[in-house]
């Protein structure tokens, strides 16, 4: 069973659902916070799911096997039980996941924020391993254990995901969504398994921010050059933006492009 959370427009409308997918390590709560009842209330039916192992969705027990081709399946799964084809919203690995489906398939519509970049994650955890801030990275991104993280470390990784204006409280709700991740489908991200060529004209957004140490501006608009996109660049803000102060910018980028669509 895959956690799936949802908000829904007061009134019908002729607008498409839109289904957000998670990055590693984290969940659909992510979305949650401000996403979902955003949309919601601005005419889109807003869904947001756990992928297997994460959140409140079963397979934690089997994650260590799970590849990126098995979050795929959960995305199509919760897609095909909605009443429309909705527009798939993905971050950093859930970015991934939908260029994963664009290569074998066209899709309503895709929205690729703080994606990883073609060259894969090999790269970008050279880059961070060779930060001031080394203690969180390397074998760690690889390998991080939620459970056995200490305070330290945690210190460490939050200018990596959060601005320093995101508020005491937020992070701390944060640290409670913290999952454990597939090393194979780390291994698959970094053997650039979602760098296939896409299959049909989708429409497509790529979207990053200005201060991600993760997906840097230069990886996302070497994201959004393999699907002949301009990258859309947000000034002020970190990897984890839609938890960010200026979030709502984020979402009106969003919703410009989805108007594009109906």
Not at 190 to 199: F, G, K, N, T, V
Not at 228 to 244: K, N, W
Request: proline share 8%; charged share 20%.
């Amino acid at each position: 069973m895959l956690e799936l959370r949802s908000r829904k427009p007061a009134r019908a409308t002729r607008k498409p659902p839109v289904l957000f997918v998670h990055g590693g390590y984290c969940d659909a709560w992510c979305w949650d916070r401000y996403f979902l009842p955003w949309f919601a209330e601005r005419g889109h039916a807003a869904h947001a799911l756990s992928l297997r192992g994460h959140g409140t969705s079963g397979g934690a027990d089997t994650l260590y096997i799970a590849g990126l081709d098995d979050y795929v399946a959960d995305v199509e799964q919760v897609a095909a039980a909605l009443p429309a084809p909705p527009v798939l919203i993905g971050h950093s690995m859930g970015a991934a996941v939908i260029e994963r489906m664009m290569a074998t398939r066209p899709v309503r519509g895709a929205g690729l924020i703080a994606p990883v970049p073609p060259t894969g994650l090999l790269p970008v955890a050279a880059r961070l391993a060779t930060s001031s801030s080394h203690i969180a990275f390397g074998p760690h991104m690889f390998g991080m254990d939620p459970t056995r993280m200490s305070g330290a470390v945690l210190a460490a990784l939050r200018p990596f995901y959060f601005s320093d204006k995101v508020a005491p409280g937020l992070l701390a709700d944060a640290m409670g969504h913290i999952n454990s991740e597939s090393g194979r489908v780390l291994f698959d991200l970094s053997m650039r398994l979602h760098w296939a060529e896409p299959q049909a004209n989708s429409p497509c957004l790529v979207m990053g921010a200005e201060g991600d140490r993760i997906a840097s501006p230069t990886d996302v608009r070497d994201t959004a050059r393999h699907h002949d996109v301009t990258a859309t660049i947000l000034p002020g803000m970190a990897h984890m933006l839609m938890l960010e102060p200026g979030w709502e910018g984020a979402a009106r980028h969003l919703l410009a492009w989805l108007a594009t669509l109906d």
